[in-house]
């Protein structure tokens, strides 16, 4: 069902899509995915964030009392990897954070996992360790940080975003949407907007062996998950759609009457680009994906994809909306 990275584009399938409203949802698979699906297949080798926190065997704390914005200490041993995702959200000690790349946390250690703040006027502790959250980076943050970290791991080596930058993108969405919090915190717009939130993906459904989504949102590209296993997929579920119905709440006013580019362009184009690996904070690789207009980041585990997120490079108020034939193929470097 997973799928490998050097022959990406012939190796998914797109469905039919889901509307609701301005959002539009294709569904991705890989082949024989749905056959394993009916069939039992394998469940994943590991344990998500969701399933972990509030276990004692497993603690997300500040690096020590002081803590440090970027930086947070995870304690596993829970005898099992656990996947963090691009994006995810975790909640309390001194404030909110969201994480910088897709990991998958080894067992029976400890990791020093980078991170951003996406609670700005806070700096206090408001539990002891790190709770869940149900808070997941909408697609324009998400794209501003992996182009953000892409850049700095060509150049320093280093997982660091640009906090700056990520709290002036949530306070542009905190004020296009009014959604005032005090603390300016990302979790606040979420919880503001819950009631609309869940009407706009109420009729979106997980459909067996699906392992990915594509995005489009006024018909323009604006994100792709992808996963190694469709349970994975079915239980971020909720969680990965409400940030897309976010993203689809500040583009009001945006009309394109066709698809761009098409869904199956966009992944030719994922398949054509530059893919360059980098040591993963824990388990696995880095994967940083470079397109002629896409960005994209995700985590390797022999030569698989355990996770690719994957934006458009244009801004927020570009409108061509559409991806350009790659101008030249780049050599894969893996």
Known sequence: MAVNVKSFSSEVQLGKPQKRGSLTIYPIFAPDSQDQQESGAEPPDYLLLEEVLGLSTFEIGEVDES???????????????????????IAGAKQNRMVNATIL??????????????????????????????TFGYSTLR???????????????????????IWAEINKCDSTLHTDS???????????????????????????????????IKNRFTCLDLFSNSETLGKLWTRLLKSYAVEALTARGRSLKEPRPTPASLIKQIGQSEYLTYPSVSL????????????GAGLLVDETIIHLSVFPRETEEATAGDINPPRRRRRNIY
């Open 284 to 295: 696995g690789l880095d994967l940083r994906l470079s397109g002629t207009d896409i960005v």
């Open 105 to 134: 946390v080894a067992t029976d250690c400890k990791t020093a996992v980078p991170v951003s703040c996406v609670e700005q006027g806070r700096w206090r502790y408001d539990t002891d360790k790190f709770q869940q959250s149900d």
């Open 182 to 216: 005090p603390t300016a915190a990302l979790s606040d717009t979420y919880r503001r907007r819950d009631s609309e939130l869940n009407d706009m993906i109420d009729d979106l459904n997980h459909q067996p062996g699906q392992i990915g989504i594509a995005v489009y």
């Open 67 to 89: 803590g440090d914005v970027n930086t947070v200490i995870i304690n596993n041993m829970t005898g099992q990897p656990v996947l963090i995702l691009d994006g995810e959200e």
């Open 143 to 165: 794209r501003q940080k992996a182009e953000q970290v892409q850049r700095n791991l060509r150049e320093e080596q280093s997982f660091a975003a640009d906090q700056g930058a």
